[in-house]
């Protein structure tokens, strides 16, 4: 299994919910149950608009992509169908939800998350297989990896009355003789957060239990995945980002911090880039001291007859900062590099 908006990564923060949306946990078996307390999505403000969300179901082993799969989520009544291209769109409110992927043939999966922002959520569903489900009063565990679905040797898996298990080379475990309706497992591993859940058994057959491991947020940062904007996506932003061909990003914050008190302070970028004041306006200075380029939304600043100062930083969502054997072509005037400023209004964040 695993989450994706871009494979963007960002360091936002620790907490069980950081910002923009996030897969925290997984817990995926057939007709497995949780407790009201992790189903139920917190109710968000009522005043709050809906953000557009996506989910993308793949096959583990080719990464193929899975029709027809049906996706819930808590507190929702609706539920929605994947496409040929193995995603469904769909509008919620932000808060916190349980979401639910199932496909005949293939494992249940449960993750939380919180949405926060528009985003897609990728998810690799594993095949049952050839597991003979007759066999009545076993119990099988397969433990893996939330994230990436590597299979987990050696994660401790246990019931009560002191019944403990560890998982092969392949990720499995194996109970017999479990009796009841209900067995509580739980499952812990180095470095994943430990998972206790009750998990209702088929009664006079096998039931298969598979376990999504979530890195333990102390021992690394959590997985976000940062919303994108569908006008910075169509102007190359995101594709120059991923493929490092940006020499410099300044988002908001880092344009809010350093440009006190006007916006030219934060570029500031040695050894790249140096500011003079000519005649009452900055001037950017690239290497050769020759004169930068200074873009917004795709067109010479001039043109919006602005100067760099005149624009406060709040009202931006990112910068990009390139030297002059790096700038695109469409930004390459003069060949001394440019500066190029993205409104929070043209992103669709303000």
């Known amino acids: 299994m695993m989450t994706?908006?871009?494979?963007?990564?960002?360091?936002?923060?620790?907490?069980?919910?950081?910002?923009?949306?996030?897969?925290?946990?997984?817990?995926?078996?057939?007709?497995?149950?949780?407790?009201?307390?992790?189903?139920r999505a917190q109710e968000p403000d009522q005043d709050t608009e809906s953000v557009r969300m996506t989910v993308r179901l793949l096959e583990a082993e080719t990464k193929g992509v899975l029709r027809g799969g049906l996706i819930e989520l808590s507190?929702?009544?609706r539920r929605y169908v994947t496409g040929t291209d193995g995603r469904v769109t769909f509008e919620v409110p932000p808060g916190y939800y349980t979401l639910t992927a199932r496909k005949g043939g293939y494992a249940t999966l449960r993750g939380d998350f919180r949405v926060m922002l528009s985003g897609e959520l990728t998810f690799l569903m594993h095949e049952v297989g050839d597991v003979d489900t007759s066999i009545p009063g076993r119990l099988l565990v397969r433990v893996a990896e939330f994230g990436s679905g590597r299979l987990i040797e050696g994660a401790s898996v246990s019931l009560p009355q002191g019944r403990a298990r560890m998982t092969d080379g392949q990720g499995w475990v194996e109970f017999r003789d479990v009796s009841g309706p209900v067995a509580e497992v739980t499952v812990g591993a180095l470095g994943y957060e430990k998972r206790t859940e009750p998990v209702p058994l088929h009664e006079g057959r096998t039931t298969v239990l598979e376990v999504a491991m979530s890195v333990d947020a102390v021992i690394l940062a959590p997985l976000e995945v940062t919303a994108q904007s569908r006008y910075l996506e169509k102007q190359g932003v995101y594709w120059r980002m991923d493929r490092n061909r940006v020499n410099k990003v300044l988002t908001?914050?880092?344009?809010?911090?350093?440009?006190?008190?006007?916006?030219s302070e934060a570029l500031r970028i040695r050894p790249g880039v140096r500011v003079e004041h000519r005649e009452?306006?900055?001037?950017?200075?690239?290497?050769g001291r020759c004169e930068m380029k200074v873009w917004m939304d795709g067109w010479p600043l001039a043109?919006?007859?602005?100067?760099?100062d005149d624009i406060d930083a709040e009202d931006l969502a990112l910068a990009e900062v390139f030297w002059a054997e790096r700038t695109p072509a469409r930004f390459d005037v003069g060949g001394c590099g440019a500066v190029v400023f993205w409104s929070k209004r043209r992103a669709g964040e303000g």
């Open 75 to 77: 507190g929702l009544p």
């Open 280 to 287: 009452g306006e900055a001037v950017l200075l690239g290497r």
């Open 4 to 39: 994706d908006c871009s494979a963007r990564r960002t360091e936002a923060g620790w907490g069980r919910y950081p910002t923009a949306l996030l897969v925290c946990a997984a817990f995926a078996s057939p007709g497995l149950f949780m407790s009201d307390s992790v189903l």
């Open 252 to 263: 908001r914050e880092e344009m809010v911090e350093r440009g006190v008190p006007y916006l």
């Open 303 to 308: 043109f919006w007859g602005l100067n760099i």
